[in-house]
Structures are given as C-alpha cells and as structure tokens.
C-alpha cells in the first residue's frame, strides 16, 4: 500500500493524513494526552489549560482545521499508568462521548500510560495493539516498544512518547524557554528477519508528534540526552540518521545533537536481544 499524504497541522502539536480527498479520506494524529495530568482531589480533571474540557475541545478545534474524520490518538490517553482512577473515569467517558458525538471515529494505539484503559472506552473507539498500527499505508506506534514487523518497516514512521521539545532562551512571558518541537529524519529502512529486503537506497520518514497536552513534561534535546525509559525510541530509531527540529509554527530549528547518533548505539534492524 502507498502511504499517504502527512503533514503537520499549523500551529498544533497534530498531523494531518491525507489518502484522498474529503472528511472521510482524512485522519488527524496526535499523542500524549495525558488525561488527568496535575489532576488533585478537588480538581480530578486536571488544570487549565490542559483539563480534560479544554483538551476536547483543543482537539475538536484541530479537526476542524484539518477537515478530518478520524481522530487516532498515539499513545498515553490517559495520565495514571495502571488503571483509570474512579475520580478520572466520568472524565475519560465524557472526553469521548464530546469528540464521537462529532461524528468522529477513534483510534487508539496504546502507550505506556495505557494499562486498564479499554475498561474505560466506549465501545465504538477501536483499540489497536501496543505494536502499533499501519494506517493508511503509515506506521503508527507510541515508541516504548518495538512495534510489529508490518509498522516498523513501512516507508513513513509516526511516535510519540518523547515529548520532544528545545530550550530557547527565556522570556517573562516563557520563563522555562522550553518548547514543543515535532523531530523529523530520514534513514534506510530497517532489515528484517522476517520478510522481503527493502529496495537498494529506499528510506524511511520517521516523525515523532510533540506532546498534545500542553503542560506535560518536554525533553530539551538540544540541551540533554533523552532520559532513560525514552532511549529505546532514540537509539533504535533517530540514532539511524541525523534528526532536525521544527517549532509548532514550522521554524526550523536546525539538527539537534542529543539525537545525534553514537558508536555504541545498538542497529536498528530489529528488537534488541534479550539479557540472559
């Protein structure tokens, strides 16, 4: 199958995949919801700008935008990593009874953050598997694991997870000086033991989606190394190439050397073998 179309969405931490012309034909992506983060007792859906009302309606406001008719959500609904808290569960249910009653249909390959979230989906949102799902001819994965042989070698690569971001320098108005960036490179695609080698000189587009939430945790790659728990997605897959970073509002912000690979980083030809 031939991939699709994709392109990041002005301004919002989304992509748009596009197969064919019209609603039907067009797919918004996004990741790392986080449902709940900085949720407390008396404020169990989280805090503005990032409660669960304000994400739907962030996301609500970006089909619109795209003219999408499916929403395929990345990985980390939701914020707890085991289970959905009885005080986040009315949250999640009305979070998607908002974006169905929009006729939207809802994908979810789930992330980390994800265990015990099916008990809480209504049963018209489909749930892929951890390894990911190839969407319109696109590899679709969160990136704490490896994803299924099918996903890992399509010709275009989406993920999550590492909440990719820059630190710039601060301002009154930005006093951290950190930002989302979406990260972006090119690399032969991987071999296989299973299936037909790639063709000679074929590459891979690898893209990792910016958190959606807006409050959640950013890795600054162009000050730091990834922290651990997030290295699998950077050595198995940015370590193949050279990564660039793009601000939301498509600033190129140049190659970013926490990405850059190293010696000793392990091939990218398959999952890493098992410690005996």
Known sequence: MEAAEIRPLPGVPALV????????????????VHLGYGA????????PPASIDDLSDHVLDAIRSAAAGTLLIAGDVKHPIVGVPAALRPGVRRFFATLLAAGLGIEIVPGNHDVGLGRALPR?????????????????????RWPSDRVARASRLVAGHL??????????????????????LEAPIPESARGPRPPSGALQEVVILPAFNPIAGIESLNREKPRR????????????????????????????????????APPASGPAPRRR
């Open 17 to 32: 995949v596009t197969d064919s012309p019209g609603r039907s034909g067009t797919t918004l992506v996004i990741s790392d």
């Open 40 to 47: 407390t007792r008396d404020r169990p859906d989280g805090p």
């Open 229 to 264: 728990g997030r290295s699998f997605l950077v050595h198995r897959f940015l370590g193949r190439g050279h990564a660039r970073g793009f601000l939301l509002d498509g600033t190129d912000i140049g190659e970013l050397a926490g990405l850059t690979p190293e010696p000793d």
């Open 124 to 144: 018209e949102v489909v749930l892929h598997r951890p390894s990911g799902v190839l969407h319109r001819g696109v590899g679709i994965f969160h990136g704490h």
């Open 163 to 184: 909440h990719p971001g820059v630190r710039l320098a601060p301002t009154v108005d930005d006093p951290t000086g950190k930002r989302r960036c979406w990260v972006r």
